[in-house]
């Protein structure tokens, strides 16, 4: 389907130093409301077991610890700059 109407994906991966992304967590699970099975607790063991993805031209690297303005703002430029054609 993607091929027929020449849509590409774009990998998106975000990454954070390991105490936000642990407070984060923590967060999450003291509001009580999210899904996510994530746990403080799991999180260097969850990590170790992440094998890294190859980098091409239709993936990059965000920091999340930016404002999401910012971070928007770069998945657009990406989207501009590596796939709508030049003229």
Do not use: H, W
């Not at 509001?31 to 099975?37: G, N, R």
């Not at 403080?40 to 404002?67: H, K, R, V």
């Not at 910012?70 to 989207?79: D, E, K, R, Y």
């Amino acid at each position: 389907l993607a091929l027929a109407y020449r849509a590409y994906p774009l990998k998106v991966f975000c990454s954070c130093p390991p105490d936000i992304a642990k407070a984060r967590i923590a967060a999450r699970m003291a509001q009580a409301v999210d899904p996510s099975e994530a746990r403080p607790e799991f999180y260097d063991q969850q990590a170790l077991a992440n094998e890294a993805e190859p980098m091409d031209d239709y993936s990059f690297s965000i920091d999340s610890c930016l404002p999401i303005s910012i971070m928007g703002a770069q998945v657009m430029n990406t989207l501009q700059n590596r796939l709508v054609p030049q003229s």
